[in-house]
């Protein structure tokens, strides 16, 4: 009955690599996304989707690239790997984009990747 | 952009004393500003929030206060206990535009 869900939770890679983190939210929301979480706990929003559409896109370098095949799923795929991407990667979902109500935002368990 | 300050980064207390924590937003226009737990290793989560038609909220021992004229807005946690030794995360948002700026993150040591 897990609302979000990624897999893995841990990942160890060489730099260079491509690897790919899924996202999967089971809470019938419209809108999923992406944050990292570096080593000083700071979360920074990555992307956004609302019903399969980018909505947000905060300057991430084009080596990451998020795929969402429907509204539940929301996939990070990352190419080339280097060392200062090693972090947290969280997934959260939220019911809707915007609208006249603000709505918490659920977190998945977070992805721990290294990149050696 | 909005920009989210938040201070202190590390706040150590002692059980049962009270601990506030303070953030900064620069947008106007932001008027939802939600606060996280995180616990060690674990994922945030939402433990309060507040619009920006109220000026206080409250929920058992912990309460949210927000000055818009100032654009500033503050956790406090009462008869703080072990548990609730977490990082504390501010955000701000707004209406029609679901994106969330959060601040850099409270580590709150609570020694029993």
């Known amino acids: 009955d897990t609302a979000v869900s990624q897999t893995p939770k841990y990942l160890v890679t060489q730099m260079g690599n491509d690897k790919s983190i899924k996202c999967e939210q089971n809470?019938?929301?419209?809108?999923m996304y992406w944050y990292k979480q570096d080593s000083k706990k700071f979360l920074k929003i990555m992307f956004s989707?609302?019903?399969?559409?980018?909505?947000i896109n905060e300057t991430v370098p084009n080596r990451f690239s998020p795929k969402s095949p429907d509204k539940a799923h929301l996939n990070l795929h990352i190419n080339s790997l280097e060392l200062g991407d090693s972090a947290v990667y969280f997934c959260?979902?939220?019911?809707?984009?915007?609208?006249?109500?603000?709505?918490?935002?659920?977190f998945g368990p977070g992805t721990r990747l290294t990149v050696l | 952009g909005e920009n989210v300050e938040q201070h202190p980064s590390t706040l150590s207390v002692q059980e049962g004393d009270s601990a506030v924590i303070k953030c900064t937003y620069s947008?106007?226009?932001?008027?939802?500003f939600p606060w996280y737990k995180q616990e060690l290793g674990k994922r945030p989560q939402l433990i309060i929030d507040?619009?920006?038609?109220?000026g206080e909220k409250k929920d058992q021992r912990i309460a949210v206060t927000l000055n818009k004229t100032a654009k500033h807005f503050s956790l406090h946690i009462t008869e703080t206990q072990p548990e609730d030794s977490a990082v504390y995360f501010c955000?701000?948002?707004?209406?029609?535009?679901?994106?969330?700026?959060f601040g850099s993150g409270t580590k709150l040591n609570v020694k029993p």
């Open positions: 507040i619009r920006s038609n109220v």
């Open positions: 989707y609302n019903n399969k559409e980018l909505i």
């Open positions: 959260a979902s939220s019911p809707q984009s915007g609208g006249p109500s603000f709505h918490e935002q659920f």
């Open positions: 947008d106007s226009a932001s008027n939802y």
């Open positions: 955000a701000a948002s707004k209406y029609n535009f679901n994106k969330f700026y």
């Open positions: 809470l019938g929301h419209d809108t």
